[in-house]
Structures are given as structure tokens and as C-alpha cells.
């Protein structure tokens, strides 16, 4: 579990497999009370659905990364476990969202970035190629995002909204359902998308302008 206070402060406790705690310790360290990872101006963080890689932006625009690092995950151009925070390059990260083995992030620009395992075409970047470092996929009015297990999508600033990955049970949003891997970016119907939530590995709520709730994919459980 992760935490962020108020005054920037980050603190972790739980399991520590890959040094995802954050706190340069061995991976039977584990804690079972908040112990602070070091810093004082951290602002959001995301995980991977598998638990074992984190990600965390700070009020000054800087991206770190530490844990598990299979795919190149960590945004590292390797794939070396890091049990203490360690920088992706640029000072400009916004939002990110994380995977099953694959992250996808928005800097301040609107630039929309990519990279670990590319898993039916997850990383949007028109390839399968698992990636170590962020690649930019097309486009620079990105504004929300969110990630599922193999896929991502997206909305931009003018109300559209942009799927990719694996579709097996309709989870880009097509009115179709196949195995093929669609690797780029794909328009969903519609011009006045508002916001997008990832739903477990393979699903979407978004909401529209109007305020209406769209939802797609698995039906697992309702």
C-alpha cells in the first residue's frame, strides 16, 4: 500500500517483493506500519496491475520509478530492479497510469508517452515490441488516460476519445470483438467524451460532457 499526506511526504508498508517499498531494503523487509520513502514533494502514484512496479510524478514534474522491472517497465532503458526511486528522464510528467506490464503517461504538453511489455499492441506505439523507455505516441493534446491489462486509452482536449491493444472482449470500444492486435491509436465514436477509468484488466467506465456514464468491455461479476 502507498500513500501520499498532505505535505508531500510518501509512505509505504506491506509486502516488499522487488523492493517495491521504495526503502533500499532487502525484499523480506517487509512493514507492517506507513515508513516513509524519502522526499517531500510528492504529489501522485500509480502501480502496475501486478503489483510489483510503482510509479510516482512530484510537484516538480519529475517521474521515479522503482521495483519490478520485467518488460523494461521501470522506464529505466534496462531492466534492473531498483528497491529505492530512481528518475525517468524529463521534468515536464503529468499523469500515469499503469498495466498489467506496461505504463502510459501525459506530460504538461499534452505529448502522451508509453513503454514496458507491448502485449497486443498495448504501448499504442504501432508496434508489439516491449519498450524500456518512454516512446511518444502521436498527437500532442492528450488529456486523460487510463490502462488496463493489455491496452490503454485515451481523451484529448476536443472530446475524443482513442483506444488500443488487445480486444477480446470489446474493450476498445468498436462494437467488435476480435483477437487482433490493434496497435495505434483508434477513434471511439464520439466528439464529447469528458473523463476515462480503467475497470480491472479489461474494461472502461467514461463519462461524457453531458454527464452521462458509458461503459464497455468484460462483465465480470456485474
Given amino acids: 500500500t502507498y500513500g501520499i499526506k498532505t505535505d508531500g511526504t510518501f509512505w509505504s508498508w506491506g509486502d516488499n517483493s522487488n523492493g517495491i517499498l521504495g526503502q533500499n531494503t532487502g525484499e523480506n523487509a517487509r512493514k507492517s506500519s506507513p515508513t516513509q520513502v524519502p522526499g517531500t514533494t510528492w504529489a501522485s502514484v500509480s502501480s502496475n496491475s501486478a503489483g510489483g512496479t510503482v510509479l510516482a510524478v512530484k510537484t516538480d514534474g519529475t517521474l521515479w520509478s522503482w521495483g519490478e522491472n520485467n518488460h523494461g517497465s521501470l522506464a529505466q532503458n534496462n531492466q534492473t530492479k531498483y528497491s529505492s526511486p530512481v528518475q525517468v528522464p524529463g521534468t515536464t510528467w503529468s499523469v500515469v497510469r499503469g498495466g498489467d506490464s506496461h505504463f502510459g503517461a501525459i506530460k504538461t504538453d499534452g505529448t502522451y508517452w508509453s513503454w514496458g511489455r507491448s502485449y497486443k499492441g498495448a504501448l499504442g506505439d504501432g508496434t508489439e515490441a516491449s519498450k524500456s523507455s518512454p516512446v511518444q505516441i502521436p498527437g500532442t493534446t492528450w488529456s486523460k488516460n487510463a490502462v488496463i491489462g493489455y491496452g490503454q486509452a485515451a481523451v484529448k482536449t476536443d472530446g475524443t476519445l482513442?483506444?488500443?491493444?488487445?480486444?477480446?472482449?470489446?474493450?476498445?470500444?468498436?462494437?467488435?470483438?476480435?483477437?487482433?492486435?490493434?496497435?495505434?491509436?483508434?477513434?471511439?465514436?464520439?466528439t464529447t467524451w469528458d473523463n476515462i477509468y480503467s475497470v480491472r484488466d479489461k474494461g472502461y467506465i467514461a463519462t461524457k460532457t453531458d454527464g452521462t456514464l458509458w461503459t464497455w468491455g468484460e462483465d465480470a461479476w456485474g
Wanted: aromatic share 6%; proline share 7%.
Fill in 162 to 190: 482513442w483506444t488500443w491493444g488487445r480486444n477480446n472482449v470489446g474493450q476498445l470500444g468498436q462494437n467488435s470483438r476480435d483477437t487482433d492486435a490493434h496497435a495505434s491509436p483508434t477513434q471511439v465514436p464520439g
